[in-house]
């Protein structure tokens, strides 16, 4: 077989195991309750329904906000602490402690705690996500910065290259690799957060839609909502390989990848 | 004899207060123009060494000066050349934008700047690889970058950290003679000092090599390398002359090794 075939081969494959998998769905749903559980037909032809409507789209529209709002300050503070830290053994040893030590709560416990100071509003959920994210990039910059080989430092000195510039010309693009590996796990976990961050209030976004259709006993409306957020978060994890394949050319490239 | 550019005096340097030091007592100076290899085994201090000529790193004991001034950090008027291009390159940098990067701080419009880098990789033996990434090029033309790098901001003194030794024999020779014609022709007047293992290399490129050697490393020896210029790799290599000086450094450091471990 040749090489195109066999992806043609490949991709067919795939593409029936997907089928297959809607397939024991929808047997499997038919033979159980189907009141507890919609088939995947009937949640289909309920998703077609419902994504296109105003009210889902907002709900959608209220997530990605809060989404791309907490990414992004997620991102700025975790790749300059990140950075910070990688660089100088000082500011490693002042804040270590303090970082391991919020590192190790997991997001959703201060859930709770934000919404008793900030109220049930973005500020609370927005909270929510940039605390979680930015672990996960904070220590991969770190630790990316660490991992830079000591000729590209002692490059950088013979250039002269000052502090600052040092952090923003050198460590950042030498460690960009580490940094984008931090922020693809910051792209799926952001998603976790943003529904648990809304399963609390009567407010909106797409965690409010899902307890929403619970508690109306709508369960194709809830799966199809379920169903949304599966695409969605393949989407944005496509869409961010894409910006990483091209913002790491020079590094593809060089691992001769 | 011209004034001596670079004055290395007494030079001592432990990685430890209380650990052995990996040089001791290491002095010598090396003239305006002059083309310095010195010779050493892997592991001998050489790298340590040429980190204190450039200000990477301070000595425990001892002074460097270039051009009368005390080195305690990296002087404008040196440039250095690594072993690894792969890592001193910057990989996300194209090779016009690498060797522009010294000269980004200095006040004169892109477009000048951008004919000096093109003067520089001509210099080199590279045109028409601007555009290109350093994984793009082979390691001989990756270290050509680096060297175009290096002598785009018109330094007094040139260090070379083992530059040739990462890539095959015959691109090493190329090299070679690169830095021949470099030091001949194009930035003539500046001074280099080579730091090798490869004694031919040393005595087919200096005009003085310095042997390094013992524990913790010392200059113990410094042989004058009369050939005539230009070298040529097939002539200047079977000449009597050269394979005298190549036996007698040889010896020099077999000797030193002999003594050494017998000592242990």
């Given at each position: 077989m040749t090489t195109g075939a066999r992806r043609v081969g490949g991709y067919a494959l795939g593409v029936l195991v997907?089928?297959?998998?809607?397939?024991?769905?929808?047997?499997?749903?038919?033979?159980?309750?189907?009141?507890?559980?919609p088939t995947a037909?009937?949640?289909?032809?309920?998703?077609?329904?419902?994504?296109?409507?105003?009210?889902?789209?907002?709900?959608?529209?209220?997530?990605?906000?809060?989404?791309?709002?907490?990414?992004?300050?997620?991102?700025?503070?975790?790749?300059?602490?990140?950075?910070?830290v990688g660089a100088s053994h000082a500011a490693r040893r002042t804040l270590d402690p303090l970082l391991e030590c919020l590192r190790a709560v997991p997001a959703i416990a201060i859930v709770p705690a934000a919404f008793v100071i900030l109220g049930a509003g973005d500020a609370s959920r927005i909270v929510v996500i940039a605390f979680g994210l930015c672990f996960p990039i904070l220590v991969n910059t770190a630790e990316g910065v660490r991992g830079i080989p000591l000729e590209v430092r002692d490059t950088a000195s013979m250039l002269?290259?000052?502090?600052?510039?040092?952090?923003?010309?050198?460590y950042l693009p030498a460690a960009l690799p580490s940094i984008m590996a931090g922020l693809r796990i910051a792209v799926s976990l952001g998603l976790v957060l943003v529904i648990v961050s809304e399963f609390r209030g009567e407010?909106?976004?797409?965690?409010?839609?899902?307890?929403?259709?619970?508690?109306?006993?709508?369960?194709?409306?809830?799966?199809?909502?379920?169903?949304?957020l599966g695409l969605l978060g393949y989407v944005l994890n496509r869409l961010f390989l894409v910006a990483e394949r091209r913002l790491l050319a020079w590094h593809y490239g060089a691992a001769g990848e | 004899m011209s004034e001596p550019v670079l004055r290395v005096a007494g030079l001592e340097k432990r990685y430890s207060e209380e650990g052995p030091a990996a040089l001791a007592g290491v002095t010598f100076d090396v003239v305006q123009g002059e083309l310095?290899?010195?010779?050493?085994?892997s592991g001998g201090g050489k790298t340590t060494l040429l980190r204190l000529l450039c200000g990477l790193m301070r000595p425990t004991a001892g002074t460097v000066h270039l051009d009368g001034h005390l080195v305690s950090s990296p002087p404008r008027e040196a440039a250095i050349v690594f072993q690894d291009y792969s890592r001193?390159?910057?990989?996300?940098?194209?090779?016009?934008?690498?060797?522009?990067?010294?000269?980004?701080?200095?006040?004169?419009?892109?477009?000048?700047?951008?004919?000096?880098?093109?003067?520089?990789?001509?210099?080199?033996?590279?045109?028409?690889?601007?555009?290109?990434?350093?994984?793009?090029?082979?390691?001989?033309?990756?270290?050509?970058?680096?060297?175009?790098?290096?002598?785009?901001?018109?330094?007094?003194?040139?260090?070379?950290?083992?530059?040739?030794?990462?890539?095959?024999?015959?691109?090493?020779?190329?090299?070679?003679?690169?830095?021949?014609?470099?030091?001949?022709?194009?930035?003539?007047?500046?001074?280099?000092?080579?730091?090798?293992?490869?004694?031919?290399?040393?005595?087919?490129?200096?005009?003085?090599?310095?042997?390094?050697?013992?524990?913790?490393?010392?200059?113990?020896?410094?042989?004058?390398v009369p050939?005539?210029?230009?070298?040529?790799?097939?002539?200047?290599?079977?000449?009597?002359?050269?394979?005298?000086?190549?036996?007698?450094?040889?010896?020099?450091?077999?000797?030193?090794?002999?003594?050494?471990?017998?000592?242990?």
């Open positions: 997907f089928l297959a998998g809607l397939a024991v769905w929808q047997l499997w749903a038919g033979a159980a309750n189907p009141f507890l559980v037909s009937e949640v289909a032809e309920r998703a077609w329904d419902v994504w296109p409507t105003p009210d889902f789209l907002s709900e959608v529209g209220q997530s990605m906000k809060r989404y791309v709002v907490g990414f992004a300050i997620a991102a700025a503070i975790g790749i300059a602490l990140g950075l910070l002269h290259v000052g502090r600052v510039e040092r952090l923003a010309r050198i407010t909106n976004g797409l965690g409010y839609y899902l307890k929403d259709q619970e508690s109306r006993i709508d369960y194709p409306a809830l799966y199809a909502g379920i169903l949304f | 310095l290899a010195i010779v050493g085994q001193s390159l910057f990989p996300w940098l194209n090779v016009t934008r690498n060797v522009m990067f010294p000269l980004r701080r200095e006040r004169e419009p892109r477009s000048e700047k951008l004919g000096r880098v093109e003067g520089v990789l001509r210099e080199v033996g590279l045109e028409g690889v601007g555009k290109k990434y350093p994984w793009q090029l082979s390691g001989g033309m990756q270290q050509r970058v680096a060297i175009a790098r290096a002598l785009v901001s018109r330094p007094e003194i040139l260090l070379l950290d083992e530059p040739f030794a990462s890539v095959d024999a015959l691109t090493r020779a190329e090299l070679q003679d690169l830095v021949l014609r470099l030091h001949q022709h194009e930035v003539k007047g500046v001074t280099i000092v080579h730091v090798t293992h490869d004694i031919d290399e040393a005595v087919y490129l200096a005009d003085r090599v310095l042997v390094l050697s013992g524990t913790p490393g010392r200059i113990v020896a410094s042989v004058d050939l005539p210029r230009p070298r040529e790799q097939t002539e200047t290599r079977s000449s009597p002359q050269f394979l005298s000086l190549r036996n007698e450094l040889h010896g020099l450091i077999a000797t030193r090794e002999a003594v050494r471990s017998l000592a242990q």
